[in-house]
């Protein structure tokens, strides 16, 4: 009976084989479709820190004075004292002082130089002197004064939930140093119903400091937010809710907690679709860990001429991510991320899996990721490799088979985007522009190929239908008004995108591009909104999208 039953199912499918070797499967457009939305429901709800920026006022120093009576020749400079070796690159601040003829004015200035050096890297403690020399032999001798933590506590008994351990990277007996202060506010900032602050007090020793944190919990730590829009697919749903419940620090550690599920709404057909995610995040000073698992599944009813055949599919994705803060000061921070995940899919029909169809696939992912601060212009780039491996009972891809693809091979993928605020007619504007790309030198699953068309790709498209490829490019550009300073903005957005690489070989074309115009906003502290319509500007012939592509998506915080 089974063979029976699997031999309709395979005429009803006309021929899994040659299903199996299509450029895009109609399964592999939907976990695609659903991977997109997975990014973006993790771009809104993962942790995130307010960004602390500590700013001292710049100190401008004049020029050297000339014709100082007496005065001495400055040949060398030297830096003596406690740690003063991790301090040498103080003195190119005064490298302007080596020949000179300086006097009592001009020394003063020499050391000014390389104490503002000092503070603008964050030491605000640590101070730079001069004791009495002999000037004689043209040698200028500093001697360093480092600034040290003394103690570090809570400026008032806190609630038990507070936590300085692994909010602070500095410890008692450190160089006081503002980029650790800043780490640690945004550390227990990352965690929305907290508010902190850090303040330097002296100590009762010499040279030290306190850091006396000031630490309250503003609201309930636990928040549930309600969704809705119509970013589904027709075909499993097009109307989507999901619930998210956050949890702010759930073991009092500054960690962050949530879970949403969501399903389709709305429609009654012989469709559906469910999904499921938990994220959890927990810092450690400049180091972060995170896990997220999210699973996916769908189903629809295919009508053939004998029988309704009932498709079914599932995907689950694992993944832990480690960041290490690298490199900041006042302007930039310097992120790397490592991270490992599994993924597994399976499709059935009636019940009974098409094995040939199963994924089961793992790998590494290492990047860079840099914020930069322009003035008032914010630049974000990332850039990562990555690559998938045997690990975790990986499974051989399907389309390994027929050459057509491997789940086992590099992947460079990076993005860049520039938010530049500006003012006109007396009114705030932004423009914000990005790029994403990806490159693969080999053929790569449907999966890990760069899609395009849709609202989170190519706007002006509905995303039925996609082009993808193994390597790609899109371009996402926003001109937007926040309507009378109300925290309404009213956006056009204009996007291009190009896949090319094996995948894309029997597509129609290489290349979209579309136009939205759209008002996104907040009402009452606690609803947001996102309205839009779009139109394609440029699609190849036999790519099928209507004239104009609308959409919403609100969401609830209860």
Request: aromatic letters at 10%.
């Amino acid at each position: 009976m089974e063979t029976v039953a699997r031999g309709k199912i395979f005429v009803g499918l006309a021929g899994w084989a040659v299903f199996a070797i299509q450029p895009v499967q109609a399964d592999d457009q939907l976990f695609i479709h659903q991977k997109q939305q997975q990014q973006a429901l993790e771009q809104r709800l993962e942790a995130k820190a307010p960004t602390v920026r500590l700013k001292r006022p710049d100190a401008l120093l004049p020029d050297y004075p000339d014709n100082e009576h007496p005065c001495f020749t400055i040949n060398a400079l030297r830096l003596e004292g406690d740690t003063a070796g991790r301090f040498q690159w103080a003195l190119e601040s005064a490298e302007g002082a080596k020949g000179r003829c300086l006097g009592r004015q001009g020394i003063l200035l020499a050391i000014n130089k390389v104490q503002n050096a000092i503070l603008a890297k964050g030491y605000v403690t640590t101070r730079v002197m001069a004791q009495e020399q002999d000037l004689t032999q043209g040698v200028l001798t500093l001697t360093l004064h480092p600034g040290r933590i003394a103690n570090i506590h809570f400026d008032e008994p806190a609630s038990w939930r507070g936590r300085l351990w692994n909010a602070m990277p500095a410890a008692s007996g450190d160089i006081l140093n503002l980029r650790d202060i800043e780490q640690a506010l945004e550390n227990f900032k990352r965690v929305p119903s907290a508010e902190a602050d850090i303040k330097i007090v002296p100590s009762q020793q010499e040279a030290t400091s306190d850091l006396l944190v000031s630490w309250k919990e503003s609201r309930l730590p636990v928040r549930l937010s309600l969704s809705l829009d119509d970013s589904g697919a027709k075909s499993t749903g097009r109307y989507l809710g999901s619930a998210t419940l956050a949890i702010d620090a759930p073991f009092a550690q500054n960690d962050l907690f949530y879970a949403n599920i969501g399903k389709d709404f709305f429609e009654h057909g012989p469709f559906g679709n469910r999904s499921r995610t938990i994220n959890y995040f927990f810092p450690l000073g400049y180091w972060a860990f995170s896990a997220n698992h999210n699973d996916y599944t769908y189903h629809q009813n295919i009508a053939e001429v004998s029988q309704v055949l009932t498709y079914r599919g599932k995907s689950e994705n694992t993944q832990f991510t480690v960041s290490r803060l690298l490199f900041r000061n006042q302007s930039h921070k310097t992120t790397l991320n490592m991270r490992v995940f599994r993924r597994h899919s399976t499709n059935a029909v009636n019940g009974i899996e098409m094995k040939q169809q199963r994924r089961r696939t793992a790998g590494w992912e290492l990047g860079l990721s840099q914020r930069s601060y322009l003035g008032n212009v914010t630049l974000d780039a990332n850039t990562n490799w990555r690559r998938g491996t045997g690990a975790f009972g990986a499974l051989r891809a399907p389309e390994e088979a027929y050459h057509e693809g491997s789940a086992r091979t590099g992947i460079a993928l990076g993005d860049v985007s520039l938010n530049i605020p500006f003012a006109w007619g007396k009114q705030p504007w932004r423009y914000y522009t990005s790029v994403r790309w990806q490159w693969s030198p080999h053929p790569l699953t449907p999966q890990d190929r760069m899609s395009i068309a849709g609202r989170y790709t190519v706007r002006g498209f509905d995303g039925e239908q996609m082009l993808s490829g193994e390597k790609g490019l899109l371009w996402r550009n926003e001109l937007a008004w926040n309507v009378l300073s109300r925290g309404h903005e009213l956006y056009w957005a204009t996007d291009y995108g190009r896949v090319d690489g094996q995948g894309a070989r029997h597509l129609a074309g290489h290349q979209l591009a579309g136009s939205a115009l759209g008002i996104r906003g907040m009402l009452w502290g606690r609803f947001h909104y996102d309205l839009f319509a779009g139109v394609p500007l440029y699609k190849p012939k036999g790519f099928h999208t209507p004239g104009v592509s609308s959409g919403f998506s609100v969401n609830l915080e209860i």
